[in-house]
């Protein structure tokens, strides 16, 4: 069973910085794509960044140069680091699972949705 | 940026009506596009993909199409357990993805 679960949200003060964690079960992170989509309180969702299965690396203009989105494959575990973190920050931090297609009938496709989620984990930056 | 326009912002509808949630994106998108269901203080869930491929064991009743810049999600009979706020999400500028604002639906 496909499980993704966050931890490491909490009240940060504006400019500090903070690691946010989604360790994963059922499946290998490294071998899927893995995104970070947060939601302001009360607000729609919004996507931060991705991690391919090879490595690279893409950010949300809002986040770019303070966020940074990584994985441990001996962990299974996806990670965001934010950094210099600012009152509009305030959100629920999700992780999702990339999907893929596989109607090519060659090697699965990369789509850009996502298929499983996590509960979420709250960040809340006031003083 | 590619940005997603849904309507209604919400929705009130009683159990057994059809319902229909429109999603505009501001240019071509062919059928990169995604529906999304979330609950109050849940994870958002996977509904249809590519405009109109149901994901696995969601409910028949839920249907998609459309393709370019026009899309629409429905609910051919409305059940209890669908109430919720219903997302459109574009892929076509993956993966520089955006969501649609939201569709507040509310069972009468």
Known sequence: EVQLVESGGGLIQPGGSLRLSCAASGFTVSSNYMSWVRQAPGKGLEWVSVIYSGGSTYYADSVKGRFSISRDNSKNTLYLQINSLRADDTAVYYCARGFYSYSSGYSPSPTGFFDYWGQGTLVTVSS | ?108
């Open chain 2, 1 to 108: 940026d590619i940005q997603m326009t849904q309507s209604p912002s919400s929705v009130s509808a009683s159990v057994g009506d059809r319902v229909t949630i429109t999603c505009r994106a501001s240019q071509d998108i062919s059928t990169w596009l995604a529906w999304y269901q979330q609950k109050p203080g849940k994870a958002p869930k996977f509904l249809i993909y590519a405009a109109s491929n149901l994901q696995s064991g969601v409910p028949s009743r839920f249907s998609g199409s459309g393709s370019g810049t026009d899309f629409i999600l429905t609910i051919s009979s409305l059940q209890p357990e669908d109430f919720g706020t219903y997302y459109c999400q574009q892929a076509n500028s993956f993966p520089q993805i955006t969501f649609g604002q939201g569709t507040r639906l509310e069972i009468k």
